[in-house]
């Protein structure tokens, strides 16, 4: 009786994970940007509508905009020239440039569809406009990558695989582990697409991309020499995205048409 109960589960199961495999294969697509082939549920204009909407409460949850308009308007201007310079100017996404007040978050952050957020702790701590540049070009990044959305139609599959694990023989767990694992190795790649696309835009914008570099070792200094678990689970280490950085440096400076990875 066990086991005859333990065969349908099994079925169960694997019929689950069927459909959860079979849509992912077709939720596949290429991004015209990067090249890369990856799972997405959603189209542009909702990635678009998602970050409208959601901005507001990112700008409220570090202290709302900054009240200085002429630090806002220089950051407008470098984020609007390398879109203006670069393949992001043909993609659908509007894109946003956001100064926020937080003086002691050093951060930076895009929303899917092209909201843009740098702390004035991080705008602070910068060095120079090629910096700023460097910071933006990752976030812009983030969006023509589409890295909001893959992971929303990730999650989306790890789950149903973890509910068909669960269903078919308590498998649930591991599976779930394997999920989170991928979300995770799905983070540290965004971060790496992002810089290397960080990098092709200051270089059209002609800005300095050595300077990339710089804000590299601004985030290593404000991580310190504690550098909690999370950030070292879910982000490359500063030290690897240098080296990555450098590399996309030398490949675009030898030729800044060729794209993808
Ligand atoms: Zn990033």
Redesign the pocket.
């Known amino acids: 009786m066990r086991s005859k109960n333990l065969k349908i589960r099994l079925l169960i199961g694997a019929a689950i994970a069927l459909f959860f495999v079979f849509k992912r294969c077709s939720q596949q697509e290429v991004n015209p940007y990067t090249g890369r082939t990856q799972t997405i549920s959603m189209s542009s204009d909702e990635e678009i509508a998602i970050g409208l909407q959601s901005a507001p409460q990112m700008a409220q949850q570090h202290g709302g905009l900054y009240p200085n308009n002429e630090y806002q308007a220089f950051v407008d201007n470098v984020g609007n020239k390398l879109i203006n310079n670069s393949i992001a100017k043909q993609t659908p996404y509007k894109y946003e440039f956001h100064l926020l007040a937080d003086p002691n978050t050093i951060n930076a952050?895009a929303l899917p569809g092209g909201q843009v957020f740098i702390t004035y702790a991080l705008f602070s701590k910068l060095e120079n406009e090629d910096q700023l540049a460097g910071v933006l070009g990752?976030?812009i990044g983030?969006v023509l990558g589409r890295h909001s959305a893959e992971r929303i139609a990730e999650s989306d599959y790890w789950q149903g695989l973890a509910t068909a694990g669960s269903v078919g023989a308590d498998m649930g767990e591991m599976v779930a582990g394997i999920g989170q694992n991928t979300l995770l190795t799905n983070g540290r790649d965004?971060?790496l697409e992002?810089d290397d696309l960080g990098v092709l835009f200051m270089i059209k914008a002609g800005y300095n991309p050595e300077e990339m570099i710089g804000v590299m070792e601004i985030l290593k200094a404000a991580a310190g020499p504690n550098r909690i678990p999370e950030f070292q689970s879910t982000h490359p280490d500063p030290d690897n995205r240098i080296e990555k950085i450098k590399e996309a440096i030398s490949k675009y400076k030898k030729n800044p048409e060729i794209q993808g990875f």
Do not use: A, N
């Open positions: 952050f990752h976030e983030h965004d971060e992002s």
